[in-house]
Structures are given as structure tokens and as C-alpha cells.
Nanobody
Framework: VQLQASGGGLVQPGGSLRLSCAAP????????MGWYRQAPGKQRELVAA???????KYADSVKGRFTISRDNAKNTLYLQMNSLKPEDTAVYYC????????????????WGQGTQVTVSS
């Protein structure tokens, strides 16, 4: 099941955005969820992940600035992004996948259309 991310846009450095991603209950209720991003000319990287039990994992570059959360009643994943920097500019993707041994990996079937985040003055 491909997931659709939303909430991206253009924001000034230091600003905030909240990304959202709704998933089918059958997927959301049993899987870890994660946000990836890909900037032009760079490899895709994991930004943050969260297990069904609420365990979270963040890339070092976003720790203290980004918060991943999940609303189990709405089957929705969020990424609150604060203190945004120009280097956060990328397409952000919502995924579902697997969390084991402290590592998250997205299921290949979860990749859908991302949402563009541009941080610029």
C-alpha cells in the first residue's frame, strides 16, 4: 500500500511545518512507520521512525528539532518540523515498515508520492 505525504511547502529558515500521512488501519495498526527525505543529488535518508508502541528513532541531523508521532485513533502519522534549516530542503516520504534491533526499514510497497519541503528566505 503506497502512502501519500502532505503538508509540505515553502518556509523561511527557523520556521515550522507539520507533515501528515494517513494510512489504512490494517497497515497502521501493526507496522512501524517512518519518514524519509531525499534532497536533489543526494541519497534518500531516514529522518525519523516510530514503532506501534511509540519508540522513536531520529537522524542525528534532526534530533531536537523534529518530532515524529502517530495518532492511532486517526491512523495518521505526523512529523513536526521546527527550527527548519535550508539543508532540510527535500522531498519527504511517508512509509510503513519494520523496526528491529534499533533499525527501521521501509517496505518496498510503501513508497508513494512525497511532499516537497523548501526552506529558503
Amino acid at each position: 500500500v503506497q502512502l501519500q505525504a502532505s503538508g509540505g511547502g515553502l518556509v523561511q529558515p527557523g520556521g515550522s511545518l507539520r507533515l501528515s500521512c494517513a494510512a489504512p488501519k490494517s497497515i497502521f495498526s501493526i507496522n512501524a512507520m517512518g519518514w524519509y527525505r531525499q534532497a536533489p543529488g543526494k541519497q534518500r535518508e531516514l529522518v525519523a521512525a516510530i514503532t506501534t508502541g511509540g519508540i522513536t528513532k531520529y537522524a542525528d541531523s534532526v534530533k531536537g528539532r523534529f518530532t515524529i508521532s502517530r495518532d492511532n485513533a486517526k491512523n495518521t502519522l505526523y512529523l513536526q518540523m521546527n527550527s527548519l534549516k535550508p539543508e532540510d530542503t527535500a522531498v519527504y516520504y511517508c512509509t510503513w515498515g519494520y523496526y528491529s534491533g534499533g533499525y527501521y526499514s521501509a517496505d518496498f510497497a510503501s513508497w508513494g508520492q512525497g511532499t516537497q519541503v523548501t526552506v529558503s528566505s
